[in-house]
């Protein structure tokens, strides 16, 4: 089998926390011949800038860029809220998306059947959830000049952040969620704000020209950002791939989350273009934070986590069994009934974040 190099980056907060549980899964895999990481571990975030004072040092960048994938935990906290702007903890992570040109994030919303209750919108609504939300993730206003604050005569201050989308980064994007809607229900919404931003009116006119061109047979729709996230809470069922800018995909994946019942429970994958062997970079991430009001406590669900180990083993090791296997092993513990405290229902059993690891990983065991 070929050994495959992870870099695993915890982070701040929760981060190590949940990783851990990621961490105990890799081993067994490895113990039981199912896979066959080399498994490194780096620092980034707040607890790097402790380190170095650096967000990632140069040297756990390249070890990133040279890594077969990267798992990251979650970055921030309180501690950091007053370190210079450029080094503050988040900066670790998006120089990562940055310099692995990681442009394409693929948010799955999908809602357990045994959490259908656990959603803060009506069970109806949300049993049997399964949407894609595609964000585009290196562009847009997140890394557009100017970006700055300038002081003004009158002795006010003036911020500048920039939206900036150029025609091959909306096409790329595009065409990542027209070929992921192929493998799903075959449906696109893209949304933008095509009535107030010129770079909506780009996104609109791009992914319907790709659409045109390449992908007639998928159906594709458009809405503007602000109703797709009252529709996402109207009636999220009626969605199957949503494909969004940075900073709309950024608002509307937490709402997404919150559909399937906690942040504690969604994956993501950030993935970049193929090389000429069909090789990408990629990194793997939960949607959430360090979540600093429950870090340190051994509560945080580490799901979202552990489901994004799937998506690695799906995306960049096309062992699709394996992440099947692993995501059966979810279900089945949802399904005895255990819950983290951000999902707990009546009648379910609370257990910590050691625990529920401990139940997936003896849930893979038993198939
Ligand atoms: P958050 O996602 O950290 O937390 C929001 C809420 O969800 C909190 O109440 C938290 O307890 C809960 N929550 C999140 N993940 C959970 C889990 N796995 N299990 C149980 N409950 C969970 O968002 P925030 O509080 O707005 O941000 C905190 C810090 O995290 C900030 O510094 C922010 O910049 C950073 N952040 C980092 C990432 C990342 O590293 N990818 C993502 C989002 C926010
Ligand atoms: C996310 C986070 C990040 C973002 C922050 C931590 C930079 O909120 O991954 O959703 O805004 O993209
Ligand atoms: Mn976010």
Same mark, same amino acid.
């Given at each position: 089998?070929?050994? +495959?190099?992870?870099? /695993? ?14 961490? *105990? ?17 780096? @620092? ?18 390249? *070890?990133? !860029?040279?890594?077969d994938a ?13 370190? %210079?702007?450029?080094?503050? %903890? ?5 120089? @990562?998306?940055?310099? !692995?040109?990681?442009?394409?994030? &693929? ?21 049997? &959830? ?21 002081? /003004?005569?009158?002795?006010?201050? #003036? ?12 096409? #790329? ?13 075959? $449906? ?5 704000? $095509? ?17 045109? $061109? ?7 729709? +458009? ?6 996230? !009252? ?19 950024? !608002? ?18 950030? @993935? ?7 090789k990408r *970079?990629?990194?793997y991430e939960?949607? +959430? ?35 099947? $296997? ?7 513990? &949802?399904?005895?009934?255990? #819950? ?28």
């Amino acid at each position: 089998m070929t050994t +495959h190099k992870l870099l /695993l980056l915890p982070g701040d907060g929760i981060g190590p926390e949940v990783m851990g549980e990621v961490r *105990r899964a890799i081993d067994w895999m490895n113990a039981q011949g199912l896979t066959s990481f080399e498994v490194e571990e780096g @620092l980034v975030g707040g607890a790097a800038y402790d380190a170095h004072g650096q967000s990632i040092s140069e040297d756990d960048m390249a *070890r990133a !860029m040279a890594a077969d994938a990267v798992l990251f935990g979650a970055v921030g906290g309180p501690k950091w809220d007053d370190v %210079p702007y450029d080094v503050r %903890p988040e900066a670790g992570l998006l120089r @990562l998306r940055k310099d !692995m040109e990681l442009f394409a994030n &693929l948010r799955p919303a999908i809602c357990f059947g045994a959490l259908a209750e656990a959603s803060s919108l009506k069970k109806e609504l949300v049993d049997g &959830l399964d949407i894609l939300i595609v964000r585009e993730l290196t562009g847009g206003v997140y890394f557009g000049e100017p970006k700055e604050i300038t002081d /003004l005569p009158n002795g006010q201050k #003036r911020a500048v952040d920039t939206q900036v989308y150029e025609t091959y980064e909306i096409e #790329r994007i595009a065409a990542v969620a027209f070929d992921l809607a192929r493998t799903r229900d075959n $449906r696109v919404c893209s949304m933008e704000k $095509r009535n107030v931003m010129k770079s909506g009116v780009l996104w609109n006119e791009v992914v319907t020209e790709v659409h045109k $061109r390449d992908y007639q047979d998928v159906e594709l729709s +458009h809405m503007l950002a602000d109703a797709g996230g !009252m529709q996402l809470v109207r009636a999220p069922k009626q969605f199957d791939v949503i494909v969004t800018d940075n900073l709309f995909g950024d !608002m509307l994946s937490d709402v997404a989350a919150m559909l399937t019942g906690s942040l504690g429970m969604l994956p993501s994958a950030s @993935l970049g273009a193929p090389d000429g062997n069909g090789k990408r *970079r990629s990194l793997y991430e939960p949607v +959430h934070g360090s979540a600093p009001d429950i870090a340190g406590q051994g509560i945080a669900n580490p799901i979202a986590m552990l489901s994004s180990l799937a998506m690695c083993l799906r995306y960049s090791f096309t062992m699709g069994d394996v992440a099947d $296997r692993l995501e059966r092993a979810i279900t089945t513990v &949802l399904d005895q009934g255990l #819950r983290t405290g951000d999902i707990m229902q009546d009648g379910m059993t609370k257990v910590s974040t050691e625990q529920m690891g401990d139940a997936v990983v003896k849930a893979m065991g038993e198939g």
